[in-house]
């Protein structure tokens, strides 16, 4: 594994100022909604529906195609900039509230002098536990224009190390809150002295933020971190570069990150799910010092996260070639990569985190080392920053007068193997009115989002299923009826609609157990007479073509189609006397894939409806 890992930490991704959203711990509560994600705009505004296309950050794509992308990597929490930044330097935020936290907002930014909340933070930080354990660690940073993006000002022993109060750590003022910038990083590569774990903090300039930066001379930044890391090709052989965003900055994420069950008055239990793993400290139920503006009432007891997904580049010699990374990640992965390549415990990670989110081992392939001269081949930007930074007045982007849907580029890029195993199983409770979900799950802990969308008020609910674990969920049907979307990891998606009085179909795709290369359907159902069912593809439909088949009672049919066509994924719609199934996602095998082959294009809203299958010859 890398000797040095250094944490590039940009700030959050911004336009400009007055077509920044907001991105407080209200307004990213407000606009997540507990996974509705509907009233984005309303909690936001509406230039937090915008994107970058390839031509407006071209740095950035050519980094992603030259190394390793994670696209699940996530903010750790539903608020702004420094709550995220905690947990990226400790691993938590003080959730029960026994060291000064805990932490949602930006009011220990600073030292207490300098503005910030006059009671710090008391509690471990990871640098100070790498430091206690002789592992070398450093803070590159402008002191005078750190944006201040240094978490560690809120905490007490660096407020005493910056002071130079009686008692005080001197190693702590040297590495975390003293001037080192990117000459000095250039200097100690050349010099054999890079640490073994350093973090960057942008100045202004270079942080991305609307009003002093811009996304390119946020990329001309990462160019100059770039150049320092590569001088001496001996030290950036034994060197990984971790890229990330604190938070999104309000911008829109269709995809509802994971997080812990929401609690729900109308749910049995008080909570909209459940959960295999522990979640008692994840969840905001004290109050917050410093925080009394954002700290609204009516948000206590609401999980702290995941936040929605941020970009995070994997740039070293073992993540070269263009690969994304699709498992669950957020800004405690970095701090388990940590733990695992130095084996200092970061014990503020809760026991949820840890078994959602990965460590980041996944992103890198250490058995293939290619440490090959390569900044030269990345656009240079250094023109497009200077005219950014001449500009003196921003200009709000109008909105288009015709509204189009965000459009996915077209390509496949090579995608790591994952972790992930989770079957769900349809069964019918009719003397109740209600039907079961049962969720299993034979690989790593995953989060399944369920939406009823015969009522999509409701608080959709959200299953945490750990490793080896099963768990029900009920749902009350509408005169018979059901209609339940199930979202999981990678794609991963289940569609139930039907009537309680149909026949009970159990369908179900996995890795076929005699051949790892195929994928294997399984149909059976436990009424008293044959049913006809219709196979309908959806995206692959050369791959996994249209059929219709008559399954008699007690019997399982299977088909079997090689998953190599596909890259192993799939999307079908199983039919049958007014009910459907939609499966779909990507079969596991332990071996590296492709990202979903039929993703691209402008997005589409879908009507699906029933398709009603009369006799069948």
Known sequence: MADAVCAGYGSAIRLHARARPPHSWVDAQRAWDHGRLGHWAAAKHNHALGYYRRADIPFQYALADAFTICDAYHAAIQTGTNSNRVFLWTGGNDPQA????????????????????????????????????????????????????????????????????????????????????????????????????????????????????SPAQGAAYTAR?????????????????????????????????????????????????????????DYHRHPAP???????????????????????????????????????????????????????????????????????????????????????????????????????????????????????????????????RPSVELTYLPERGEVNLRMANAGAAAVLHVYDRFDLAAIPRRYTVGNDATVDGTWTTYDGRYDLWLLGPNGFHRHYRGDVGAPLLVAEIARDPNDCTCMLLSLRHGGS?????????????????????????????????????????????????GAAQRLAGRIETGADSVSDPAMGGPARLQQELPILIGALD
């Open 98 to 213: 026994r060291a000064g936290g805990p932490v949602i907002g930006n009011s220990h930014d600073n030292f207490a002098e300098l503005g910030g909340f006059a009671e710090p933070y008391h509690w471990g930080t990871y640098v100070q536990a790498l430091q206690h354990a002789g592992v070398s660690w450093q803070i590159y940073q402008d002191m005078a224009d750190n944006f201040t993006d240094n978490p560690l000002a809120g905490f007490a022993a660096f407020r005493q190390a910056y002071s130079a109060a009686p008692g005080h750590d001197p190693q702590l003022r040297a590495r975390g809150v003293s001037t080192r910038g990117l000459a000095l990083l250039r200097e100690d590569v050349l010099g054999g002295r890079l640490p073994a774990v350093s973090y960057i903090i942008a100045d202004a300039a270079g942080s991305e933020h609307p009003d002093p930066s």
């Open 225 to 281: 971190v770039l150049d320092a890391l590569t001088a001496d090709p001996a030290v950036w052989s034994r060197t990984a570069l971790l890229v990330m965003f604190d938070e999104n900055d309000g911008f829109f994420d269709h995809m509802p990150p994971p997080a812990p069950p929401s609690p729900d008055a109308r749910a049995t239990g008080g909570f909209a799910g459940a959960s295999t793993v522990a979640t008692d400290d």
């Open 290 to 420: 410093g925080e009394q503006k954002v700290d609204l009432p009516e948000l206590r007891g609401r999980p702290y996260g995941l936040g929605p997904r941020v970009p995070m580049y994997v740039v070293s010699p073992w993540s070269r070639g263009g690969w994304v990374d699709s498992q669950v990640y957020d800004h405690t992965s970095v701090l388990r990569l940590l733990e695992r390549r130095f084996g200092v415990p970061a014990p503020e990670i809760t026991p949820w985190r840890r078994a959602v989110c990965g460590d980041l081992t996944n992103a890198f392939d250490f058995r293939q080392t290619d440490a090959r001269p390569f900044a030269a081949a990345l656009p240079d930007v250094g023109a497009t920053a200077a005219r950014a930074a001449a500009l003196r007045e921003h200009a709000l982007p109008p909105l288009p007068a015709t509204l189009q849907p965000p459009e996915q580029p077209f390509g496949v890029r090579r995608s790591r193997g994952l972790p992930y």
């Open 529 to 577: 007479t044959a049913v006809q069912l219709e196979l309908q593809p959806g995206a692959y439909a050369a791959a996994q073509p249209r059929e219709r088949l008559r399954l008699a009672p007690g019997i399982t049919e299977q088909r079997r189609w090689k998953a190599a066509a596909t890259g192993g994924w799939y999307d079908l719609w199983v039919h049958h006397d």
